[in-house]
């Protein structure tokens, strides 16, 4: 099996489509892509929630642990994120051993909470493995004696029908929360089966 990462853009747009046609869950799932050719001003035409509501921004990148490397901005206006964006589009950054520049970065509707939880679905040779913890977030590997894997409700239930269906080999929801009864996948990472495209292509 050929492992493909994608962006969190992406998994995020696959979850929101996939669990209503799947389940019937909807996420309502928000977000927006910035690039160093993007336009502000037709990407707000385009998504007008952008200039209304409080936002987070964070690089695009197949890469983790950004808010321990300062590429998080939260609860910020529209005017914040292009200047948080502004000063870091085309810098390199190091994280894990890896260089390179950020080109893309994802924005989203700020989500205040209180709970963080972690959730993750991957593939092997042997079948499936889910893992749940209710301490998610970015110190969820201080707290990986408290990751089980188990059955928990109908949202699990949900993304793992839709793990099997878009043939993903990993997902993973760290964290996500629950805000009135509704589930928030706040950073999200995927990767597909990159030999199953020719039968999922049209997903």
Same mark, same amino acid.
């Given at each position: 099996?050929?492992?493909?990462?994608?962006?969190?853009?992406? /998994?995020?747009?696959?979850l929101?489509h996939?669990?209503?046609?799947l /389940?019937?869950?909807d996420?309502?799932?928000r977000?927006?892509?910035?690039?160093?050719?993007?336009?502000?001003?037709?990407?707000?035409?385009?998504?007008?929630?952008?200039?209304?509501?409080?936002?987070?921004?964070?690089?695009?990148?197949? &890469?983790?642990?950004?808010?321990?490397?300062?590429?998080?901005?939260? +609860?910020?206006?529209?005017?914040?994120?292009?200047? &948080?964006?502004?000063?870091?589009?085309?810098?390199?950054?190091?994280?894990?051993?890896?260089?390179?520049?950020?080109?893309?970065?994802?924005?989203?509707?700020?989500?205040?909470?209180?709970e963080?939880?972690?959730?993750?679905?991957?593939?092997?040779?042997?079948?499936? /493995?889910?893992? &749940?913890?209710?301490?998610?977030?970015?110190?969820?590997?201080? +707290?990986?004696?408290?990751?089980?894997?188990?059955?928990?409700?109908?949202?699990?239930?949900?993304?793992?029908?839709?793990?099997?269906?878009?043939?993903?080999? &990993?997902?993973?929801?760290n964290?996500?929360?629950?805000?009135?009864? +509704?589930?928030?996948?706040?950073?999200?990472?995927g990767?597909?089966?990159?030999?199953?495209?020719?039968?999922?292509?049209k997903?």
């Amino acid at each position: 099996m050929a492992r493909k990462k994608i962006r969190e853009y992406d /998994s995020k747009r696959l979850l929101n489509h996939h669990l209503k046609r799947l /389940s019937g869950i909807d996420l309502h799932i928000r977000s927006a892509q910035i690039t160093e050719s993007t336009d502000i001003n037709e990407l707000v035409a385009s998504e007008p929630w952008l200039s209304s509501e409080k936002l987070v921004v964070k690089p695009d990148m197949l &890469f983790g642990k950004r808010g321990k490397s300062g590429l998080l901005g939260l +609860n910020l206006h529209l005017d914040q994120v292009a200047s &948080f964006v502004k000063d870091r589009i085309g810098k390199e950054v190091e994280i894990g051993g890896c260089k390179g520049p950020v080109t893309t970065f994802i924005v989203e509707p700020f989500v205040p909470h209180t709970e963080e939880f972690y959730l993750s679905i991957v593939s092997d040779r042997l079948g499936c /493995s889910i893992s &749940f913890s209710e301490c998610g977030g970015i110190e969820i590997e201080d +707290n990986w004696d408290k990751v089980k894997g188990k059955i928990i409700e109908e949202f699990i239930k949900a993304a793992f029908i839709l793990f099997l269906d878009l043939d993903f080999t &990993f997902l993973e929801m760290n964290p996500f929360t629950m805000v009135d009864g +509704n589930s928030y996948p706040l950073d999200t990472r995927g990767e597909l089966d990159d030999t199953a495209a020719f039968k999922n292509f049209k997903k």
